[in-house]
């Protein structure tokens, strides 16, 4: 009987008594005993039914289901005599089953089950009177059980509140704050929630994609128009100090020999805004911390007390605060003092950030209770949205200041708004929403008044700064692109409310031919060549009690539209302009592309400095103005498309760096192991070693040995080896290296920032367009030779460079693609054209897959092991004998630890494992909108560059492979190093 037909008999057998028994012969007594001819019951047990069996042709293919196989039927004949006395107990058996099964009523049984299925509804499970009377006792006993076993189980709720006492103003402010303490929110959270892709990083909830398709618009934004992005993530720390002590202090975090530092003149006068990367005090040229950008507040005329700035990334700021803790003294904290605010306990419980163990439970609402709102003080202040960092507890220190040096520095990460504006036309954007303030009528100015501008207004040398900025402003409006203005430039400057000249419905901001014509085309000229003057980069945003007052007194939306409803013609501005709704900002230029010969100034825009508070009352207007709004993912493609690395994605030995690519290797491996085994991509046989990540310092130490080692002759033999001889030559280099690297000390790898080594860098590689077709001119470069060569790894050994590669054919470099050394027949390629295809690098054999199949088929082999100890020691010699020695020896980790398609820990070497010499690996990858072709960006080995440059040709010099993980396909790729 087929193992179908014994689950299907099993299956139908497994409800009826013990005593029924389908007939297994033709001749049965009445599914009792079988009839033998004899009498009583000992007769019956003489006859094996085994022989019976046999003699009936019809039941040697055991039973089948509703007839006898082969066509044979039951016997229809009646036996010729019957035993009474079994007869009856077997049916006495068969009816006390029957009742028994009829009348019991499990737990996983209802009473339905006794009715017929017409007559089952759904409504009598909650009304027992629709069932009939004969199970209407049963049902009640049955619902009362069920009642008390759920009220042990479950507590009584409290009733919620109704939707209009949540939705009141006090209810949905406390509700706001509330969620904002694991993830704090921007001031355009609700706004972003509606239309974006929510992702929590770096402790806030930012949007990084728009729900709507718009990759190519974006494109055309930055490239045509404008994209609009919040950046009010980045911390601000701000530095207050004498000039001197502070450059004294900040010049042990950077070098000159990377670039502009926080002294160079332009940014040290305030005109311009500087970027630097940052160091550990004196560790200069490792140990960086991150790129930042800073900005300096103008000097003020007979006073050394300078004012700075620096913005940095939110996951540099926990590295870098401590830092300048150090090196400008400033130890000792200054708590804030607690303002005594008579507030509910609920709105007290919200500005508190507290653990989870020693969260105060909040009260328990009483059910029946009334839901009105109660209040034990009527003097007690509504709820207040949260404004800036509310997460942290009032009394957490922000300031930090120094006795010795007399520095003071401030914690100002969310005290300000910072918007981004990406494209040509940001600046047209920019004069249409934004107009410099009215001034004050007399009588405003004679009032004494609690609001900044009417006191500002009354100081005739500071309106007449204003009167000066406001010319620079309507200058800047007549300028055809924001790229033609000098990168960094800063304008101070105070607005009105956009709100008052909100349009009816979105309309594109355009440049506006008529006030380009009217501008002075002599003062348009000095702006784009020297920039904004000195001392119209001042702004009252710097002004902590500015700040202060502008955000506690501005006009909320229900004032505003009330006001609006007074206005004799409808939609028409407000006049006069009220006295809350003048705003000091801080316009910052932002440089686009700055590297390279082409694409220059591309992605150019402003950056927008607010006091915190008015980030909604800027945005709409913004949007109102035709731009476009990007995300996380359009702030990788805008550095994509610069060819700038992207902080933290391209930074790999900043701190920031190592922990992102450990999340980043975290989140692809458990995608990859969420797919079934057989829908996974074998990157074994596809010979990548690391496909969710790049060993940047194991890359580095391989080619420091062969560097030093000399080791290009045998690397040039080693590439013509089969895969088989590699694997096994690679083997046996990583055992020497290892024993090498364990007696030295242990050297970490380094980006090169030195602009000199770069620029020779780029001079060698010979720097070409963007397709790599044509040559562009470059300074003349020192010969390459064995002794160059020499001399420039004597520093740099131990480094990766950045470069750009461009796609000679078709193809889309994708993340973490392998950059390797083409060989000597591989470069002939190109003698047939640019577009010739690559090479293929020979499939390689998975050594751990059979030890995989194996360990699955543990379990069935134990299970059948159990049957026969003859067996069990034969299967348990199999594995062994064909396990393969290599993987014995490469593997120390038990099979338990494998992933499919995976190579496990430690990685042999990342230099030889291919046909092909690796070199580096690929961090951003696509097909770039603006060059019209695939490109790459990554970084690669100095020594391992210096040593293929030497060994290729002129006319071919600079050309290299790129491979994708998923694909045995090289293509061949221009490399290009950008200062």
Not at 602 to 609: C, I, K, Q, R, T
Not at 644 to 657: N, V
Request: proline content about 7%; hydrophobic content about 30%; overall charge positive.
């Amino acid at each position: 009987m087929s193992a179908a037909k014994v689950k299907m008999r099993g299956k139908k057998m497994r409800n009826q008594p013990a005593s029924v028994q389908y007939p297994s012969s033709s001749t049965q007594n009445g599914g009792d005993t079988p009839v033998t001819g004899g009498g009583g019951d000992d007769d019956s047990s003489k006859v094996h039914p085994s022989t019976e069996r046999t003699n009936n042709p019809h039941q040697l293919g055991g039973w089948v289901r509703g007839h006898q196989k082969d066509r044979g039927g039951y016997a229809m004949e009646m036996p010729k005599y019957i035993t009474a006395g079994a007869f009856a107990r077997a049916r006495a058996t068969e009816v006390g089953a029957m009742l028994k099964a009829v009348t019991k009523t499990t737990g996983s049984c209802h009473v339905f089950g006794a009715l017929p299925k017409h007559m089952r509804r759904r409504a009598m499970s909650h009304n027992t009177n629709r069932l009939p009377r004969r199970l209407r006792d049963v049902a009640n006993r049955m619902r009362e059980k069920s009642l008390q076993a759920g009220s042990k189980k479950k507590k009584e709720q409290a009733k919620s509140k109704s939707r209009k006492a949540r939705r009141r103003h006090g209810n949905l402010l406390l509700e706001f704050n509330r969620r904002q303490r694991k993830n704090k929110w921007l001031e355009t959270h609700i706004w972003h929630a509606k239309r974006f892709h929510m992702v929590k990083k770096w402790g806030y909830s930012l949007g990084d994609r728009p729900t709507y398709k718009c990759y190519r618009p974006c494109y055309r934004a930055m490239s045509s128009h404008c994209l609009l992005q919040d950046l009010s993530y980045y911390c601000c720390m701000e530095l207050q100090g004498e000039e001197d002590k502070l450059l004294a202090s900040l010049s042990q975090l950077t070098s000159k020999e990377a670039g502009p530092t926080f002294a160079a003149a332009l940014s040290l006068s305030g005109q311009r805004q500087g970027s630097v990367v940052v160091y550990r005090a004196g560790q200069y040229p490792s140990q960086p911390l991150g790129p930042v950008t800073f900005l300096w507040r103008p000097r003020t005329q007979g006073s050394t007390h300078r004012q700075l700035w620096i913005w940095a990334h939110p996951t540099i700021k926990k590295d870098l605060l401590p830092e300048l803790q150090t090196v400008c003294q400033c130890c000792e904290a200054v708590v804030p003092p607690v303002v005594a605010v008579v507030t509910p306990p609920e709105v007290v419980s919200t500005l508190e950030l507290e653990p989870k163990s020693e969260k105060i439970p909040e009260a328990k609402q009483v059910t029946g209770a009334k839901r009105k709102q109660t209040c034990k003080d009527d003097s007690g202040s509504p709820a207040k949205k949260i404004l800036g960092d509310g997460t942290r507890s009032p009394t957490t220190p922000v300031t930090w200041k120094s006795n010795s040096t007399g520095i003071v520095i401030n914690d100002l990460t969310m005290e300000i708004v910072r918007y981004r504006l990406i494209g040509p036309q940001s600046h047209s954007v920019l004069a249409e929403t934004l107009e410099a303030a009215t001034d004050c009528n007399e009588m405003n100015k004679s009032q004494p008044s609690s609001l900044w501008w009417p006191e500002h207004c009354k100081d005739e040398g500071k309106m007449n700064l204003h009167r000066q900025q406001a010319d620079v402003y309507h200058i800047m409006k007549g300028i055809y692109s924001t790229g033609e203005l000098p990168s960094g430039t800063v304008l101070g400057l105070t607005v009105d409310d956009p709100r008052l000249t909100l349009p009816t419905k979105k309309v594109k901001a355009l440049p506006c031919v008529k006030q380009a014509q009217e501008v002075d085309e002599e003062k348009r000229r000095e702006l784009m060549l020297r920039g904004v003057p000195e001392h119209c980069c001042q702004s009252y945003l710097w002004e902590q009690s500015v700040r202060d007052n502008v955000t506690d007194n501005k006009i909320s939306e229900q004032d505003l539209n009330r006001m609006r409803s007074e206005v004799l013609v409808p939609g028409s501005r407000l006049s006069p302009t009220p006295l809350q709704g003048r705003v000091p900002i801080l316009l910052v230029h932002q440089p686009g592309k700055q590297v390279g010969h082409e694409m220059s100034s591309w992605g150019a825009g402003w950056d927008l400095l607010l006091p915190k508070g008015w980030g909604m009352a800027f945005w709409v207007p913004l949007v109102y103005r035709g731009v476009r709004i990007g995300g996380l993912n359009m702030s990788l493609k805008h550095a994509q498309n610069k060819g700038a690395p992207h902080f933290p994605h391209d930074y790999p030995d900043c701190p920031a760096g190592v922990r992102f690519q450990e999340e980043q290797e975290a989140e692809f491996l458990h995608k990859f192991k969420r797919r079934p085994p057989a829908k996974r991509t074998n990157y074994i046989k596809h010979g990548c070693l690391a496909p969710f990540r790049c060993p940047w310092q194991q890359l580095a130490e391989e080619w420091e040995l062969i560097s030093r080692e000399g080791g290009e002759e045998r690397r040039g033999d080693r590439q013509t080896q089969t895969t088989t001889e590699a694997d096994t030559v690679m083997e046996e280099e990583m055992t020497s290296q290892r024993d090498i690297c364990a007696t030295k000390p242990q050297s970490c790898v380094t980006v090169l920032r030195n602009r000199k080594s770069l620029r020779l860098l780029s001079g060698w590689c010979r720097p070409t367009t963007s397709k790599g077709q044509k040559l562009c001119r470059a300074g003349e470069a020192p010969a390459l030779d064995r002794s160059a060569v020499t001399s420039f790894l004597t520093t740099h050994v131990m480094s990766l460079v950045w470069v750009r590669l461009s796609l000679l054919s078709k193809g889309k470099p994708e993340l973490h693609a392998m950059v390797c050394v083409p060989t000597a027949e591989d470069l002939q390629l190109l003698n047939k054209g640019l577009g010739s295809s690559g090479p293929q690098e020979p499939p390689h054999r998975d050594h751990f897959k059979s030890r995989i199949k194996r360990r699955k088929k543990g379990p069935k082999k134990a299970a059948t092991s159990s049957l026969s100890s003859k067996t069990e020691g034969k299967e348990s010699e199999l594995p062994a004998a064909c396990e393969p020695d290599c993987t014995t020896s490469q593997d120390p980790k038990s099979s338990s630890d494998l992933i499919f398609g995976l190579w496990p820990d430690p990685l042999p070497s990342v230099t030889s494992h291919c046909s092909r010499v690796t070199l580096g690996w690929v961090t951003q990858g696509d097909f770039s909108l603006s060059a019209g072709c695939g490109e790459a960006l990554g970084f690669v080995s100095v020594a391992g560059l210096l040593n293929t440059l030497v060994n290729q040709p002129m006319e071919h010099r600079g050309m290299l492979l790129l491979r994708n993980p998923t694909s045995l396909h090289y293509r061949f790729v221009k490399i290009n190093i950008e200062v």
